[in-house]
């Protein structure tokens, strides 16, 4: 019987998809080694792109829609459907994203999660059971208020009046209206792919506003409104929402979905089981399984893909393999997060600029180093 190996990467942000990671390398070890079998199957932590990765990996249909912008611009996006799931799968990245507005036109004490709130809406009546929302990559600091007001939710200010759009308005927030919503029979989760807080250092505000245009003193106030926002709902709902893990995903949507009592969950184990990841380990005989990031460094082990997938792949018993653009760990630091070994793209005969330039090139020839040199 043949050896099989199976592929099981996250993308290289601005490089490589973890779909074409799987093309290369499978085409890498066909050539190196033509009678394994390869088993692709792509992964994400909940960041961008994740629906694509559900649409490479599962069963699903699109539901196409109009939805606001970042800044209320109409904007084209999607969500899926994926029935044997009985689940409604939501990448906000697609309707609130960074990626959604050029550098000029960032402002981010106006950018709104409206149109996720949209895509949200409009899925709770999809007569699925379970609605996911993937946060990752996100362009906003509103703490989640404009999907909440998609929903029917209203912030107002100590004159009753609205607060306008975006995270910049809510040091002003005095009193929040809820809708008559009932979501008793749906389930409704949040994928985060970070467990930062909604505000402190390490929140929502100090550690990624800056990542998506705001000034030192933009991020002090969207700070503040965090913390408004925090006070106002833990006393009008009785509920602590700052210090839950992930409440500072996707600048504050995390603590926002609490108040639809959302769970918040790490973003590769739902990916994972809507992927149908560790069925493969049940379906075929792995005997080793090649995963792959960016980068493997320190930060590696807080829910990143590569240590989720060596931690799954180890209650089977398969050795698992990492490449990485670069691998900032020693050979005891892999060892101890599952890793039998790990392959940088850059080696003698490939330089940074080379990988960056080329990565399919670099990826092929890692792939085929640590194949042929790989026991079975």
Sequence with gaps: MSKSILLAPDSFKGSLSAQRFCEVASAAIHEALPGVTVISHPLADGGESTLAVLEASAECSRVPLTVSGPLGQPLAAHYLLLPHRRTAAIEMALASGFTLLPRNERRPLEASTQGTGELLAHALHSGMRR?????????????????????????LDHHGRPLPPGGGALERLAHIESPNLTLDNIELVGATDVTTPLYGPQGAARLFAP?????????????????????????????????????????????????????????????????????????????LVITGEGRLDTQSRHGKVPVAVARIASRHGVPVVAVAGQVALDDAELQALGFRTACPLVDEKTTLEMALHDPETALARAITRMVETWQG
């Excluded at 609605?131 to 912030?155: E, I, K, N, P």
């Design 211 to 287: 990542q998506k245009g705001a000034t030192p003193e933009e991020v002090e106030r969207l700070e503040r409104g965090l913390l408004r926002f925090a006070e106002v709902v833990e006393r009008e709902f009785g509920l602590a929402v700052a210090q839950v893990p992930g409440a500072g995903a996707a600048g504050g949507l995390g603590a926002g979905l609490l108040l639809l009592g959302a769970r918040l969950v790490p973003g590769f184990e739902l990916v994972a089981e809507l992927t149908g990841f560790e069925e493969r380990f049940h379906q075929h005989r792995i005997h």
């Design 131 to 155: 609605v996911v929302l993937f946060l990752g990559g996100s362009g906003t600091s509103d703490a989640g208020t404009g999907c909440l007001a998609a929903l029917g939710f209203r912030f």
